[in-house]
């Protein structure tokens, strides 16, 4: 018995041993991180104190009980009325949301835009719109036009920034976006598609202008890899800005999350073959309560005067909550983080259609923002090293992989910025084959007189090895992935084809209806009869408002007041985190569970599937090589 596999076997006394240091190493960093962070927040607090009852004895209006009787009495008056505004901003903002969602209206982007194709009209159809950003003056005939991906299932704020940006640089911007409800039976293959028909149709518009630039922004910005992936004709640039495309296990003082399992499968059979995103929506603002609710709500509440037009404005060009087909979402579950098929190139699109990584034509830049937990460089990173052996294999390839990793590292910055004089993607365009890294050489003035100077230089895996490197934790996550394919196969042998004949469409309906997110929206709308007096009560107020002084002492004490406890939910959420993490780890790091990464025949399965594959590639630390990929779904 080698070293290696008396480690991973289920006997190994000092795997046990490693398991319980690793325990408490995770304990110990989460408890110093949250000693470091609430600290540093209670010192603020304590020193913000300070500040403001210094103010007071200077200001000399808050001296005797009568002023501060005064000031009770204004708060009193303007936190009731406010309480009445923003009540009545909730219901309008679910009157639009609930009317958008009725409409099946795609999200629009800030901008003013027009419709330019359908999605509909494709074969096979799918949901996707492709919309015409319209600039404040024409852009010229030569201008490589900008086309944004939106995320799958929403607007994307960070998108909205990148039009804005590209718009002041005299591109032409075009913007897909999808409507709520997908077309029956629509699968990945079919989206796909539709953006190659789309990014035809600019191109054809813009004849005399290089090809198309191709951006996609956040957790759903995977799409213009794909893109290139499936369609070896499209030859623009692609630019991943903040895109988690690999796992990034092993992370200390990150909870980590789990792929696959029946969790996905089970939601979409209950939609009747429709995956509602409003779970995910869910589970996004309770993993941060304190900056997904609470800090909203105390934003409103203290803005109610003037925050109407935003929020309502905001809630119409949402969209509502979006939709996708099962078959979508588990493709999705698998593929992208906490999934892994993507990232180690083992992607399949269905019916013997492959997504090879390696097949791109056009240049491809990378975005990372060093902090950034949406997308850390490990998550934006990390498929290089799993699709390719080093920077020579990428050269051997005849592709071109831009790596920026700062914090100002977006796609507004790369698109006014130059290399060498000549605009940056210009520049871009005309690199060698290889592996380069783009950095910041320097930045002069602000707003439009701003002028970025990048410099880009051939690397090698080597220069970006600090980047990607992390502790190797990769078979307790084989392990619970492994698991939690046999759950999804259980499922799909014993209560999937059961669910799947006895949910009908009206049934479906009815479930995504009572989803606590819609239940919040329909709750806060027009249609509860309890919500009939708050427009005329808010338009009371509005005939007669008198809001409290700006320096009301106890307007200080509200601000105070939800901060402290957006610093309470922050730190239960901090300890919870930590028992997540500590859980998991206790589980699928002991040295049986990690016995149960690999089947006893995986190994020949995966020496089948590489039969006549390329030589095999590098990998990441804590990431799956795609021969074992496919051996284990096999399994």
């Known amino acids: 018995m080698t070293g290696a596999q008396g480690r991973n ?72 009325e406010r309480a009445v505004l923003a009540a009545d901003i909730l219901r309008q903002q679910a009157d639009a949301t609930l009317a958008a969602e009725a409409a099946d209206d795609a999200p629009a982007p800030a901008q003013a835009c027009e419709p330019v194709m359908d999605g509909d009209t494709l074969s096979p159809p799918c949901n996707a719109r492709l919309l015409r950003l319209v600039p404040a003056s024409p852009a010229t005939e030569i201008a490589r036009p900008v086309l944004l991906l939106a995320a799958r299932t929403g607007q994307d704020t960070g998108l909205d920034r990148a039009a804005a940006a590209a718009l002041r640089a005299g591109h032409p911007v075009y913007a897909v976006a999808f409507a709520r409800m997908p077309v029956p039976g629509q699968t990945v293959a079919d989206v796909l598609d539709a953006c190659a028909a789309f990014v035809d149709a600019v191109a054809r518009r813009h004849p005399a202008a290089p090809p198309p630039l191709v951006l996609g922004q956040g957790p759903g910005g995977w799409l213009p890899l794909g893109l290139a992936a499936t369609h070896g004709s499209f030859s623009g640039p692609l630019v991943l800005d903040g895109v988690p495309i690999a796992p990034a296990p092993g992370v200390p003082g990150r909870a980590p999350r789990l792929a696959g399992g029946a969790v996905t499968a089970l939601l979409g059979d209950l939609g009747g073959g429709v995956f509602d995103t409003a779970t995910g929506t869910l589970q996004v603002a309770l993993a941060d309560p304190n900056a997904g609710w609470l800090q909203p709500m105390a934003r409103l509440y203290a803005e109610a005067d003037r925050a109407a037009p935003q929020v309502v404005e905001a809630a119409h060009r949402g969209g509502g909550v979006g939709l996708t087909t099962a078959t979508e979402a588990r493709w999705a579950d698998a593929a992208l983080p906490p999934g892994d098929r993507l990232a180690c190139n083992a992607a399949s699109l269905g019916h013997g259609r492959a997504l090879d990584l390696r097949a791109i034509r056009g240049p491809v830049v990378l975005c990372a923002r060093p902090g950034d937990l949406a997308a850390t460089p490990q998550q934006a990173l990390g498929w290089l090293a799993a699709t390719y052996a080093d920077a020579e294999d990428i050269r051997a390839a005849g592709q071109c992989i831009v790596v920026m990793v700062d914090p100002e590292a977006t796609p507004g910055l790369l698109l006014g910025a130059a290399i060498g004089g000549q605009p940056a993607f210009d520049a871009i365009a005309g690199l060698d084959a290889g592996l380069h890294l783009l950095a910041v050489e320097s930045i002069e003035g602000q707003g439009r007189a701003r002028k970025v100077t990048l410099s880009v230089t051939p690397c090698g895996f080597g220069d970006l090895q600090t980047i990607w490197t992390e502790p190797d934790q990769a078979l307790a996550f084989a392990a619970a992935a492994r698991a939690a394919r046999l759950q999804a196969g259980a499922y799909d042998a014993i209560a999937g084809p059961v669910l799947r004949a006895t949910v009908a469409p009206p049934l479906a309906e009815a479930w995504r209806a009572v989803h606590p997110l819609r239940l919040g929206h329909a709750a806060l709308s027009s249609r509860n009869p309890w919500m009939a007096g708050i427009a005329p009560a808010a338009q009371r107020v509005r005939e007669d408002r008198k809001a409290a002084a700006p ?71 804590g990431m799956r090589n795609p021969a074992r990929t496919r051996a284990e779904t096999a399994e």
Request: proline share 6%.
């Open 9 to 80: 076997s289920a006997f190994d006394p000092f795997g046990a041993i490693h398991a319980a240091w690793r325990l408490n190493e995770i304990a110990l960093t989460h408890a110093g991180a949250l000693a470091r962070d609430h600290g540093n927040r209670w010192h603020d607090r304590f020193s913000q104190v300070a500040r403001v009852m210094q103010v007071a004895r200077l200001s000399g209006r808050h001296a005797t009980p009568g002023d501060w009787a005064g000031h009770w009495q204004d708060y009193l008056r303007d936190s009731a």
């Open 551 to 621: 320096d009301n002492p106890f307007l200080w004490m509200e601000r105070m007041t939800a901060d402290l406890a957006g610093q309470w939910i922050d730190l239960a959420c901090g300890m919870r985190d930590a028992a997540a993490e500590i859980g998991f780890h206790a589980i699928w790091s002991a040295p049986w569970a990690r016995a149960f990464a690999t089947p006893p025949n995986a190994s020949h399965a995966a020496a089948r599937d590489g039969a006549g594959a390329a030589a095999p590639r590098a990998r990441i630390p």
